[in-house]
């Protein structure tokens, strides 16, 4: 469902010359070491970039910052690291 989805945002989107970057999964679990969450960044990143002829670039939302263990599918990854957002013991 998701791919269909995906198709879907491109082909609303492809011919609007302030559209940018297509991206998927926000704050998805791209800190997951699991081949299947892999195989989900890196099938996604290439359906996006398939149907948008390369002319986008590719980009999600991440949550994990640096632990993230997909960049290498991104074009550009915007961290949503939420400084003092949460409670902790450490000093922001």
């Known amino acids: ?3 269909k989805m995906a198709d879907e945002m491109v082909a609303a989107s492809i011919n609007h010359p302030s559209v940018i970057f297509f991206g998927f999964f926000n704050e998805g ?3 997951n070491e699991h081949p299947a969450a892999s195989t989900a960044y890196e099938v996604m990143a290439k359906r996006l970039r398939q149907r948008s002829g390369g002319t986008r670039l590719i980009s999600w939302g991440s949550s994990a910052g640096w632990r993230d263990k997909f960049l290498a599918f991104a074009d550009v990854c915007a961290f949503h690291l939420y400084p ?3 409670p902790t013991r450490k000093p922001v």
Request: aromatic share 34%; hydrophobic share 35%; proline share 0%.
């Open 84 to 86: 003092a957002w949460y």
């Open 29 to 31: 679990d791209s800190y």
């Open 1 to 3: 469902q998701n791919l």
